[in-house]
Each structure stands twice: as C-alpha cells, then as structure tokens.
Nanobody, 124 residues
Framework: QVQLVESGGGLVQAGGSLRLSCAAS????????MGWFRQAPGKERAFVAA????????AYADSVKGRFTISRDNAKNTVYLEMNSLKPEDTAVYYC?????????????????WGQGTQVTVSS
C-alpha cells in the first residue's frame, strides 16, 4: 500500500515563498514519476509539476513555470515543491501523487495514488 503525506503548507503574503514536502512509504519510490497538483475552491484539480524517476527531467504548468521548482530525494523517499514569488491565485490545496509509471504525466487519471493534501493560502 502506497502512502503519501504532504507537509509545509500555510499562510504567506504575496511575493513570499513556501516549500512543500511529500513523504512516500514503500521501497519502490525511485521507480515512479511523481507529481504535484492543486485544487482551488470550485475548480477542478490541476497539474502543477512532475518529475522523473531520477529527478533529471521535470515538467511544469505554464502558470508556475519560473516560480516553482520540483525536486526529489530518492534516499529519503521524498518529493519537494519549492514555491517562490507566490501570488493570491496560487491559493489552493496542494496534492502530491505517484504516477502509474515512469512517464511524466499532466493528467489526474495517470496518478493512482494521492496524498491528503496541504492548504496553501497566499494573501494579497
């Protein structure tokens, strides 16, 4: 059973930074691509970023490119999302997810395992 636990969310002013972490259980963490998604009130869950098994490749939503950085530490079974220059429109519940394989995916349906989410609120 795969368990994903996010942490690091909170309240921050516009222009500030936060670092989210996602700790994964199991011994196969390094075999799968990982992703971050977010869901704002009244909106569908949306892709934010994804990272390959080794961490050598990544993909970002246009809305966060240049401000957010995804990374992973396979020795610690942890994936991170560094968020800089935060905007009020970044306010959402952020979820980490494990891909079904090794391909970098941007769609919710390609991620069978999800964390419980962590709230990020950016005040103006």
């Amino acid at each position: 059973q795969v368990q994903l636990v996010e942490s690091g969310g909170g309240l921050v002013q516009a222009g500030g930074s936060l670092r989210l972490s996602c700790a994964a259980s199991g011994r196969t963490f390094s075999s799968y691509a990982m992703g971050w998604f977010r869901q704002a009130p009244g909106k569908e869950r949306a892709f934010v970023a994804a990272i390959s098994r080794s961490g050598g490749s990544s993909a970002y939503a246009d809305s966060v490119k240049g401000r957010f950085t995804i990374s992973r530490d396979n020795a610690k079974n942890t994936v991170y999302l560094e968020m800089n220059s935060l905007k009020p429109e970044d306010t959402a519940v952020y979820y980490c997810a494990r891909d079904r394989g090794w391909v970098l995916s941007r769609t919710v349906s390609e991620y069978p395992y999800w964390g419980q989410g962590t709230q990020v609120t950016v005040s103006s």
